[in-house]
């Protein structure tokens, strides 16, 4: 999910010009300086190129879905807890993203966003592998604004998905209910060290008060 995701999905950070521009650009050297250092860098290089799965119905894969686990970054720093994507299918074959989230002050966090069949896709998958974009519509046609959105776990049922992107900079664990049962998180777990994951960089979302939403869809 590359440019700035918000939440389970991409979105566009904008920052004017200026000293605090410089000194964000200071501080992200840093930390991929760090990153670059760090040990679970080494697992993600030897790792095979990702793969998404064959297959993701996405009128199953709407509705709502509970953020349970991720990587930490810095553009969902302000999600303190209670994150939840909702995936609304559109008739000209896109979707429509609503992020929302928890700040420290207990106040909820939105943003919308549109995604879409990705241009370019593995050879052999249907649906599984998507483009998001939270940048207004006027940008569209500028291809950074768009974040690779890949399903690489599903459950049968639809009851729990993984997604990341090529790099495997991002990860993401939803869940159809605030919590994923021992069993489904050790299943998850065990792929993702398959899949050639750092589970070191997996942090656990609280979700204590879900922010009203529209009804799931059924599976």
């Known amino acids: 999910m590359t440019p700035a995701p918000t ?34 860098l080494a697992l993600t290089a030897d790792a095979p190129p990702l793969q ?3 297959r993701v119905d996405l009128q199953r894969y709407a509705g709502l879905w ?13 999600c303190v807890s209670d ?12 979707i429509e993203v609503l992020n929302q989230c928890r700040r420290s002050n207990g ?10 069949h990705a241009s370019k ?7 599984s592998v998507l483009e998001v974009r939270f940048a207004p519509a006027w940008l569209a046609w500028l291809p950074w604004v768009w974040g690779d959105y890949w399903v690489i776990q599903l459950a049968d049922d639809y009851r729990y998905a993984v997604v990341s992107e090529p790099s495997r900079k991002y990860l993401w664990v ?21 899949q050639g994951f750092d ?21």
Do not use: K, W
């Open 107 to 116: 106040e909820p966090d939105r943003a919308e966003g549109v995604a879409r």
């Open 52 to 54: 998404p799965v064959p």
């Open 83 to 94: 994150t939840t994507a909702t995936y609304t299918p559109r008739p000209d074959g896109t």
């Open 174 to 194: 939803l869940s159809r209910s605030p919590a994923l049962s021992p069993d489904d998180d050790a299943t998850i777990r065990t792929r993702l060290r398959e």
């Open 7 to 40: 939440s389970p999905l991409p979105a566009l950070s904008i920052v004017r010009n200026g000293p605090a521009r410089r000194a964000r650009r200071a501080r992200v050297a840093l930390a991929a300086a760090a990153l670059a250092l760090s040990p679970g």
């Open 199 to 219: 589970l070191s960089r997996l942090q656990v979302h609280p979700q204590e008060r879900p922010l009203n939403q529209r009804p799931t869809a059924s599976p």
């Open 121 to 127: 896709a593995p050879g052999g998958v249907e649906g």
């Open 66 to 78: 509970y953020q349970v686990a991720l990587y930490p970054n810095d553009f969902q720093s302000h």
